[in-house]
């Protein structure tokens, strides 16, 4: 890769994102409404003595799948939109590699998935009193990767898409099935074999399970970092796969 084409891909990327403020309020308000929701939903709930709040443990977890689901749907059709309006074929006539072009597109949403994370983690811990036993910091890292894999998921899924409406059609192949797998609903080991399985080899559920570990411990846990690393390892695999079935045009 080229650090100088790198750095001008994702300069271009954050100031198109600076002038459409629909996609900015969707990246930003969009996860603070939700989890105004969640925190009206769950706030008289009972609970037990030492044990978290339904609140609590549910916008914990969403704080990571929100990112994953809405980078996700953005990027599929910003990538999209690229190949329709012929922008992608005159980028790539240029010495850009595709490479280039899509970490260029990590490193833009993931900057863009930093203030995202931070305004809905601020307001989860500030405003609505969300506990943890360890810290907003790591919420706020896992959420950013997780955000960066909705953007690595979604420019691969955007090659196989013609049309706006075939990118959304993604969302329930790829996402619904890890969020329902990831653990929120039913723990991972107490799901039937098979589904554990298939759980196993879905990123979002090491992502979840890295924020269950900071929801539980005070220090960062060897298993995080492991979690961690793994969505990291997913991040770079879709990229490479997306690198290599990006078409300039699509016909």
Not at 15 to 23: A, E, F, G, S, Y
Not at 44 to 50: A, I, N, S, V
Not at 205 to 231: I, K, N
Request: include cysteine.
């Amino acid at each position: 890769m080229n650090p100088r084409l790198l750095a001008a891909t994702t300069g271009r990327i954050l100031r198109q994102l600076r002038h459409d403020p629909r996609t900015v309020a969707m990246l930003v308000v969009v996860p603070t409404v939700l989890l105004t929701l969640l925190y009206f939903m769950f706030s008289d709930q009972p609970t037990g003595p030492g044990q978290p709040s339904t609140f609590d443990r549910v916008a914990l977890i969403m704080l990571g799948v929100f990112p994953f689901v809405i980078m996700f749907l953005v990027t599929s059709i910003a990538m999209l939109r690229e190949r329709t309006s012929g922008t992608l074929e005159r980028l790539l006539t240029t010495p850009l590699a595709k490479l280039d072009l899509l970490f260029g597109y990590g490193i833009a949403f993931g900057l863009a998935a930093a203030i995202q994370a931070g305004v809905a983690t601020g307001v989860a811990y500030w405003l609505f009193d969300l506990h943890t036993t360890g810290s907003a910091g790591l919420v706020i890292l896992i959420a950013v990767v997780n955000a960066v894999l909705g953007v690595a998921l979604g420019l691969f899924c955007s090659a196989f898409a013609q049309t706006e409406f075939q990118a959304v059609q993604f969302m329930p192949v790829v996402v619904i099935p890890q969020i329902l797998l990831c653990g929120l609903f039913v723990g991972r080991e107490r799901m039937a074999g098979w589904l554990q399985a298939v759980s196993d080899v879905l990123p979002l559920s090491y992502a979840v399970e890295a924020l269950q570990q900071v929801g539980a411990h005070a220090e960062p846990t060897a298993t995080l970092w492991r979690d961690l690393a793994v969505v990291l390892g997913a991040v770079l695999v879709a990229l490479v796969l997306a690198a290599a079935t990006l078409r300039r045009r699509t016909g």
